[in-house]
Nanobody, 125 residues
Framework: EERLAESGGGSVQAGGSLRLSCEAS????????VGWFRQVPGRAREGISC?????????RYGEYLKGRLAIFTDDAKRSVTLQMNDLQPEDTGVYYC?????????????????WGQGTQVIVSA
């Protein structure tokens, strides 16, 4: 059974960092691309990154968190890790990983059919 599991969320003070992990199971890791997204009620989904595990393994980045993040891929562990730095209150939200493909509109979640349950991030001033 295909499954994605996010972990690493929590509460931090402004300026702090978090490392979120997305672990995949039930499918061949290299057959799918993996993306990270943020969802805030009342706002459109925001694309953070899309890692082309199906292609050359490179990562495309959205504008959100630009300059404050890093992506680490571990094929053996079947995981894609999102390192977030200098977090601010406006970064609060639920962060999801998903599998699919990095289309030209990946940042909106298009092309991603499998999603994890999400992990909540709360940043306090």
């Amino acid at each position: 059974e295909e499954r994605l599991a996010e972990s690493g969320g929590g509460s931090v003070q402004a300026g702090g960092s978090l490392r979120l992990s997305c672990e995949a199971s039930g499918f061949t890791f290299g057959d799918r691309d993996v993306g990270w997204f943020r969802q805030v009620p009342g706002r459109a989904r925001e694309g953070i990154s899309c890692t082309r595990t199906h292609d050359d393994g490179t990562t495309r980045y959205g504008e959100y968190l630009k300059g404050r993040l890093a992506i680490f891929t571990d094929d053996a562990k079947r995981s894609v890790t999102l390192q977030m730095n200098d977090l601010q209150p406006e970064d609060t939200g639920v962060y999801y990983c998903a599998t699919g493909f990095c289309s030209s509109s990946w940042y909106a979640g298009r092309g991603f059919g499998s999603w994890g349950q999400g992990t909540q991030v709360i940043v306090s001033a």
